[in-house]
Nanobody, 124 residues
Framework: QVQLVESGGGLVQAGDSLRLSCAAS????????MGWFRRTPGKEREFVAV????????DYSESVKGRFTIARDNAKNTVSLQMNSLKPEDTAVYYC?????????????????WGQGTQVTVSS
């Protein structure tokens, strides 16, 4: 069982930056593809970014491409999401997730473990 704990959320203004972190309890963290998703009230969970177990593959949703950067540190069992040029529409609860197999996917059904989420609020 992998436990994921997100941190770094908060209230910022449009144009600001924020860095989310996700700490994993699993010693075999480096074997998991990691993803970030977000959810706003009344909407489906939305893919944000994914990184493969090695860090060699990343992918982003079109809405965040060029503004967000996903990275991982396998020695520290952490994955981060650097969010720049934030917009009010980025307001959501952000979740990190771990997938035991595959390179990583935008499909949330392929993930096996989820964190509790961290709130990001961007004011205009």
């Amino acid at each position: 069982q992998v436990q994921l704990v997100e941190s770094g959320g908060g209230l910022v203004q449009a144009g600001d930056s924020l860095r989310l972190s996700c700490a994993a309890s699993e010693r075999t963290f480096s074997r998991y593809a990691m993803g970030w998703f977000r959810r706003t009230p009344g909407k489906e969970r939305e893919f944000v970014a994914v990184i493969s177990w090695s860090g060699g593959y990343t992918d982003y949703s079109e809405s965040v491409k060029g503004r967000f950067t996903i990275a991982r540190d396998n020695a520290k069992n952490t994955v981060s999401l650097q969010m720049n040029s934030l917009k009010p529409e980025d307001t959501a609860v952000y979740y990190c997730a771990a997938a035991r197999t595959g390179w990583g996917s935008s499909n949330s059904d392929t993930y096996d473990y989820w964190g509790q989420g961290t709130q990001v609020t961007v004011s205009s």
